[in-house]
């Protein structure tokens, strides 16, 4: 596993010269850069270290002009060498990397006088108090300041130990997370094709495994794989450096500012809500159009105060930024913003919430208390306002982590904390498990239990309604939602299940004895009608027809047209006794019975249904009883 650092300084402070002394391998690559003395692009060298570890370099330009290409490379680093020259001090570029860094959270790190050997040890104070006043106003504790000379080798030694040191310190980034790589290089490789680069943010990656490329949402398989610039087996993980051959990629579908994923797990969004600070000398109007850096990634966007018109020089507040094309970035990644002309950086901060809307004026309040409790930490206050908002379709705990760039484990834990306190519920949805609010829950599960109530007292002998027919009790809910609430209230004995059928938990499974008078004689009806079967008089309840159909106390021939089981008993042994084990034809069981030849098939499609007749050919046969 390596570890980042990043240089950062004023141009011709003597960055390149450094890394190399150190290295051995110039991180100027360009020919433009050789000739003409500048870094222009990042550069990328590698130092081992005595534990078998890497520290990678990402050297910066410290010109004015690629400020951008300095953001992009300091958004990765797990620290920061800042280089300032002895002979001409904190410069420009020097205050302005410095701000960078600050506001994408890179607080750790190490300065660099260098070229002490031009200047005497009184210049070289001067120079070193700068940069403790530098260091000071930004409210930082002492930081450690090295002299040295890449050219007399003054210093170098004890740089290298210090920076050997830094890197054994660093907290290593979490390799068992999902896979994410932030690219800042995009190359073609003679024999191999295009080769994306950039420092391995969460998780791991090997060669054969698939990943997305974002923000296009295409996948991709890893062909091969270079870490740190020598491993060339095994896999990337976290805090490496890291190149990948990719199948198919063509170098024009990937740029600095791409991200590599594992599949499905984060999108491209173009709306953002934002915890940002301003320098002390910079103010931001209300939709004021800014240059958005976040990750490798830089783009135009519109920058929307939340609770003011606008964010006073040195002010903190929150900002929603619209994005002009879309970027990958999670809450928890840090950005900088910078003036769209003339340019220069005036902000930045922390990105609380992916994928937002737009602030609409109604819901302004709303917003800004939402952007307070993620800004806080309140983890648990915005998963209660995300249930709330979502009402009868929840949310996946896996889309929570993903739309919070909240670890899995944090966002069950909360949920699992939510759920022991009364105020969520936590369902199945396959091999996903999704939440509701608890108040949610309580609604349908009073609907249910009131619309089941109402049933049984209109049927009172009906063994409880269809399972089919729940979903019109509550047409709002998804069919995931109906059968995790109706198993919670299974589990508590609220509802009691019997084949397809759902009744109240408190509602007698059994049919009354002795029936009452009604059913009595009814049932006598249907008896006396006899083979040639009855019709319910108008005005006959048909909830109590359906229900003594449903107990099997009446039988169907047709719709409209009921008898009983008693009647067909005696219709099957009145056959047995005439045909006994012999075959008897439609007209015969018609001569049997007594009856018209429609309602002679009738009889024999009943008795065929209820497996007291078998059929072979044009013969029917009464089966053993």
């Not at 506001?103 to 190490?110: A, H, I, N, T, W």
């Not at 996946?396 to 009364?422: C, N, Q, T, W, Y």
């Not at 309580?442 to 619309?451: G, Y």
């Not at 109706?486 to 299940?497: D, F, K, V, Y």
Request: glycine share 12%.
């Amino acid at each position: 596993m390596g570890v980042v650092a990043g240089t950062a300084g004023h141009i011709d402070h003597g960055k390149s010269s450094l890394v190399r002394w150190l290295t051995g391998r110039d991180p100027d690559r360009l020919k433009e850069e050789k000739l003409r003395g500048i870094t222009i692009e990042l550069g990328y060298v590698f130092m081992p270290l005595p534990d078998g570890g890497v520290l990678a370099f990402i050297d910066v330009p410290g010109h004015e002009k690629f400020v951008r290409q300095m953001v992009a490379g300091v958004a990765t680093v797990d620290f920061f060498l800042l280089v300032v020259a002895a002979d001409e001090g904190v410069m420009p570029q020097t205050r302005e990397h410095f701000d960078i860094l600050r506001l994408l959270g890179v607080r750790d790190g190490m300065v660099a006088l260098t070229k002490c050997d031009m200047v005497d040890r009184e210049v070289q104070d001067m120079a070193e108090e700068e940069v403790s006043d530098l260091f000071a106003g930004a409210g930082h504790a002492s930081i450690p300041v090295h002299r040295v000379s890449s050219v007399t080798g003054e210093g170098m030694e004890d740089l290298r130990a210090a920076l050997i040191a830094r890197a054994a310190s660093i907290r290593r980034r979490d390799a068992s997370d999902r896979f994410r790589l932030a690219i800042d290089r995009v190359f073609t490789l003679q024999g191999h094709g295009t080769v994306v680069a950039g420092t391995v943010l969460s998780g791991s990656v090997h060669s054969g495994e698939t990943v997305e490329l974002l923000p296009a949402g295409k996948p991709y398989r890893v062909r091969e794989i270079r870490v740190n610039e020598g491993r060339t087996q095994g896999a990337g993980t976290a805090g490496d450096r890291v190149a990948l051959n990719l199948v198919g990629l063509e170098k024009e579908d990937a740029w600095r500012g791409s991200c590599l994923a594992v599949p499905g797990w984060l999108q491209a969004r173009s709306g953002f809500d934002a915890e940002c600070t301003m320098l002390p000398d910079a103010m931001l109007e209300h939709r004021q159009r800014v240059r958005f850096h976040t990750g490798t990634a830089e783009v135009m966007a519109w920058a929307i105060p939340i609770s003011t018109e606008g964010l006073a020089p040195g002010m903190t507040g929150f900002v929603h930024f619209e994005l002009e094309e879309p970027v990958v970035a999670v809450p928890g990644d840090r950005f900088v913003i910078r003036r769209y002309s003339p340019v220069s950086t005036i902000g930045g901060g922390l990105i609380l919430e992916a994928g937002t809307a737009r602030i609409r004026a109604k819901a302004r309040d709303e917003r800004l208390r939402r952007v307070e409790m993620l800004s806080g930490g309140d983890i648990r206050g915005i998963l209660l306002a995300k249930l709330a908002s979502k009402r009868w379709e929840g949310f996946a705990l896996a889309e929570a982590s993903r739309e919070l760039g909240r670890g899995a484990e944090e966002i069950a834990s909360a949920m699992s904390s939510l759920a022991a306190d009364g105020e969520a519920l936590i369902l199945r949805d396959g091999s996903a498990e999704r939440a509701v609010a608890a108040s949610t829950a309580s609604e349908a599960m009073a609907r249910l239990t009131a619309a089941l109530s109402d049933y049984h007292a209109e049927r009172p002998l009906s063994a409880g309604l269809l399972s089919s027919q729940v979903a019109r009790l509550l047409p709002e809910a998804p069919q995931w939602f109906l059968r995790g609430i109706l198993g919670r209230m299974a589990e508590s004995s609220t509802i009691r299940r019997s084949g397809d059928r759902i009744a109240l938990g408190s509602f007698p499974a059994e049919i009354p004895d002795p029936l009452p008078a009604s059913v009595r004689s009814l049932l006598e009806a249907v008896g006396g009608a006899g083979f040639q079967g009855w019709e319910p008089p108008q005005g006959t309840g048909s909830a109590l027809v359906e229900s003594l159909l449903e107990r099997g106390l009446l039988l169907e021939l047709e719709k409209g047209l009921l008898t009983s089981p008693s009647v067909a008993k005696d219709a099957e042994a009145s056959l047995r006794s005439t045909f006994g084990t012999a075959g008897f034809r439609l007209g015969e069981l018609r001569q049997a019975l007594g009856v018209p030849r429609k309602a002679a098939v009738l009889w024999a499609e009943l008795l065929d249904r209820l497996g007291l007749t078998g059929r072979k050919g044009d013969l029917r046969f009464l089966t053993a009883g």
